[in-house]
C-alpha cells in the first residue's frame, strides 16, 4: 500500500470494533493500522488520546443519512432497508471513458489504502475512524478526466421506497455534492468502501461513500450512484437548502462561525467524557496538506 504521510493518530484513538474483533485481532488483522494510517496534522496532537475510546457501535448508530431520517439513531434503525445489490455507478460528463460501471468495474485492481481520519461535522461534533477505501484521483485516472474539467459532482441513490426521509422530502433528493478538482484529485481524498476492513455498513453509506477528511462531514456524500465531471461549479444540497448557512467549499475553519453556533470547539463523541470539548483544528488537522489549495482566497467568504 502507498502511504505518503506520517500519523500523528493510533487505533487507540480511532472508534474501536469492540463488538466485533478484539484488539489483538486488530492488530495482526490490520498489520499496525495505526502505524500506517494516512492524516497529516503536522504533527498536532487532537487531545483524542486522553479519552475513553470510543466504541465501534458510535461509529455505526451516530451519524446524519437524511434519507433514513433526521435523528441520529434513525440510520442505523432504518438503513437495513437500502438495496446495494446489484449497484451502478454511472460516470459522465467530460471523462475519457463514461458508463455505468458496477463497483468491480470502477474499482477493481486499484488499491485499497487504510486510513485513519478525524471526521468533523458541521453541528460541532467529532469522531475518529479508520476507512478502507480508494484514492478517488486513481479512479478518475481510471474514467480518464478531459481537458478543460473543472469540478467533480456527486450523487446520492434514490430509493424512495426503502428510504423515509425521502418520503417525508426532508431535503431535496437525490443529495448532491461537489469538489473542485484539485481537491477531489488530492491523495487525502478517499472513496471509501469500508471500515476496519469489513464492507462500509448501510447507515454509513455503502457501498462506496466520499471522505474528505478537512471538509464538513456533509461533504462526505454517502452511497454514491453518479460521478460526473463539468466545467462548471455543480450544485450541493445543503447550499441549495440554505446558502446562507452552507457554502459549497465547507472546510472546517474555527474563526468563522456557523450563523447559529460558534465553530471554535467540538464535541468528542464517545466514553465517559461524551460531552468533553477541544478546540477545533483548521482544515480539521490538515492544515499542511491542503491550505495550499485555498492559497489567496477569502476563507470567511468562500466558506
Given at each position: ?64 443519512y ?14 437495513d432497508?437500502l ?17 455505468d460501471?458496477?463497483p468491480?468495474?470502477l474499482?477493481g ?5 487504510d ?14 475512524i ?27 441513490v ?10 417525508r ?8 455534492e ?8 488530492h491523495?487525502l481524498?478517499?472513496?471509501?468502501t ?79 467524557l ?13 492544515e ?6 485555498y ?9
Amino acid at each position: 500500500m502507498a502511504h505518503r504521510w506520517t500519523n500523528d493518530l493510533t487505533l487507540a484513538d480511532a472508534t474501536p470494533k469492540a463488538a466485533f474483533l478484539n484488539r489483538r485481532q486488530i492488530l495482526a488483522g490490520t498489520a499496525g493500522l495505526g502505524a500506517i494510517g494516512l492524516v497529516g496534522a503536522g504533527g498536532a496532537a487532537h487531545a483524542q488520546d486522553a479519552l475513553e475510546p470510543n466504541t465501534f457501535e458510535e461509529i455505526t448508530s451516530y451519524n446524519n443519512y437524511y434519507e433514513f431520517g433526521t435523528g441520529k439513531g434513525d440510520p442505523a434503525d432504518n438503513a437495513d432497508k437500502l438495496e446495494i445489490t446489484p449497484w451502478s455507478v454511472k460516470v459522465d460528463g467530460m471523462v475519457d471513458n463514461p458508463g455505468d460501471y458496477t463497483p468491480e468495474e470502477l474499482l477493481g485492481g486499484l488499491t485499497v489504502e487504510d486510513r485513519i481520519y478525524r471526521f468533523r461535522c458541521v453541528e460541532a461534533w467529532s469522531m475518529v475512524i479508520p476507512w478502507n477505501g480508494i484514492e478517488l484521483a486513481d479512479i478518475l485516472n481510471r474514467v480518464g478526466v478531459q481537458d478543460g474539467a473543472k469540478y467533480v459532482a456527486f450523487e446520492t441513490v434514490v430509493q424512495p421506497e426503502n428510504m423515509i426521509g425521502v418520503q417525508r422530502r426532508v431535503l431535496d433528493f437525490p443529495y448532491v455534492e461537489g469538489l473542485r478538482l484539485d481537491e477531489a484529485m488530492h491523495p487525502l481524498t478517499l472513496m471509501a468502501t469500508g471500515i476496519y476492513g469489513e464492507p462500509m455498513p448501510k447507515q454509513n453509506g455503502a457501498p462506496m461513500r466520499l471522505v474528505v477528511p478537512w471538509k464538513y462531514g456533509f461533504k462526505s456524500i454517502k452511497s454514491i450512484v453518479r460521478i460526473t465531471l463539468t466545467d462548471e461549479e455543480p450544485p450541493t444540497s445543503w447550499n441549495n437548502a440554505n446558502a446562507r448557512e452552507y457554502g459549497f467549499y465547507s472546510n472546517v475553519n474555527p474563526t468563522v462561525d456557523h450563523p447559529r453556533w460558534s465553530q471554535a470547539s467540538e464535541r468528542l463523541i464517545g466514553g465517559g467524557l461524551f460531552n468533553s470539548r477541544q478546540d477545533t483544528l483548521m482544515f480539521n488537522g490538515y492544515e499542511d496538506e491542503v491550505a495550499s489549495l485555498y492559497e489567496g482566497m477569502d476563507l470567511s467568504q468562500n466558506f
